[in-house]
């Protein structure tokens, strides 16, 4: 009953920039915890950002001052402004919305930072 469409992906080089987004659609009546999660090949998923229903945010120690998690609330979309790219953030990464009864999750989008 929810979707989330996740888009921004890409190749960039290292310190470059991109910014990911998240629109999520369905029966939403609220404002719902969101992350957003990356896996690279033969890794655990790991958590990046994250954002509460209140605006709170929280990082990766890896990503802190790079990476910025916000939200469009009227549109239920998230995004991730990621900056300073480096190879080891290529990964697939995720968006994850936190409702009370499920977890709805993204399909992923890629992220490949060449050196």
């Known amino acids: 009953q929810v979707q989330l469409v996740e888009s921004g992906g890409g190749l960039v080089q290292a310190g470059g920039s991109l910014r990911l987004s998240c629109a999520a659609s369905?029966?939403?009546?609220?404002?719902?915890?969101m992350d957003w999660y990356r896996q690279a090949p033969g890794k655990q998923r790991e958590l990046v950002a994250a954002?509460?229903?209140?605006?709170?945010?929280n990082y990766a120690d890896s990503v802190k001052g790079r990476f910025t998690i916000s939200r469009a609330n009227a549109k239920n979309t998230v995004y991730l402004q990621m900056n300073s790219l480096k190879p080891e953030d290529t990964a697939v990464y995720y968006c994850?919305?936190?409702?009370?009864?499920?977890?709805?999750w993204g399909q992923g989008t890629q992220v490949t930072v060449s050196s």
């Open positions: 369905g029966s939403i009546f609220g404002i719902y915890d």
């Open positions: 994850k919305m936190t409702m009370l009864i499920h977890d709805y």
């Open positions: 954002i509460t229903s209140g605006g709170s945010t």
